[in-house]
């Protein structure tokens, strides 16, 4: 079945409030970074139009798009800070975990303004081990195969069985549209391995779900 992507723009513009409340954030830092999802791209060009307006330097890094954050990461050496135009917490925390930079959200739609601070990175890098610790216990796994657009990587599901029983442990392969909790329930496996959106363990799940780049700690 062939899909068409069509790129859908929040219509809304950043409230004059709301960019005034930002200059502070940015006071004194020599060039900022600009970095948003796909539907805040035209606020995005807003910000920067702004910050421009105001003797600010910045540019505009690009999109994230799902885990990708290499437009970010390609001008991880001349920015100081980043501002991620878009909602929720997943893409900030991904870009400061890896980056390791200042990183501000600027959401269009609450029109709110957050800092991601160290304490929340620390703590989500704690959580995320002690998923892992939990995950090195098992005998018996269930790897996470998405038939979604750009998330199905049964490939990598077929690398990751043959490492966990190279390992002298059971692995099986599941696949499926929907991951979430009540699909996976009655499956007797004592963790599972999610090779699509590392999202998904954000959700609640039963059993500890840990993503496929982390199985190297478990073995």
Not at 64 to 91: P, Q, R, T, W
Not at 123 to 144: F, P, Q, V
Not at 155 to 171: D, T, W
């Amino acid at each position: 079945m062939e899909i068409i992507f069509v790129p859908c723009y929040y219509t809304k513009e950043i409230s004059g409030e709301l960019l005034n409340e930002l200059l502070k954030y940015v006071e004194g830092v020599g060039k900022t970074g600009i970095t948003y999802v796909i539907q805040h791209e035209k606020n995005a060009h807003q910000l920067k139009k702004f910050l421009e307006e105001n003797k600010k330097h910045a540019i505009i890094c690009g999109k994230i798009l799902g885990c990708d954050i290499s437009n970010a990461k390609n001008h991880e050496a001349e920015v100081e800070k980043f501002i991620y135009v878009g909602s929720g917490k997943f893409h900030p925390y991904n870009l400061k975990a890896r980056i390791g930079k200042d990183v501000l959200i600027l959401d269009p739609i609450s029109q709110t303004i957050t800092k991601i601070s160290d304490d929340e990175i620390k703590l989500m890098e704690r959580k995320r081990y002690a998923r892992i610790a939990k995950a090195s216990l098992a005998r018996t796994y269930g790897i996470l195969v998405s038939l979604r657009t750009y998330q199905m990587n049964i490939e990598k599901a077929f690398q990751l069985k043959e490492k966990i029983e190279s390992a002298g442990r059971k692995a099986f392969i599941f696949v499926g549209n929907d991951i979430n909790d009540s699909n996976l329930l009655g499956f007797e496996v004592d963790a599972f391995v999610n090779t699509a959106c590392p999202r998904i363990n954000e959700d609640e799940f039963s059993k500890v779900i840990i993503n496929a780049d982390e199985v190297e700690y478990i073995l």
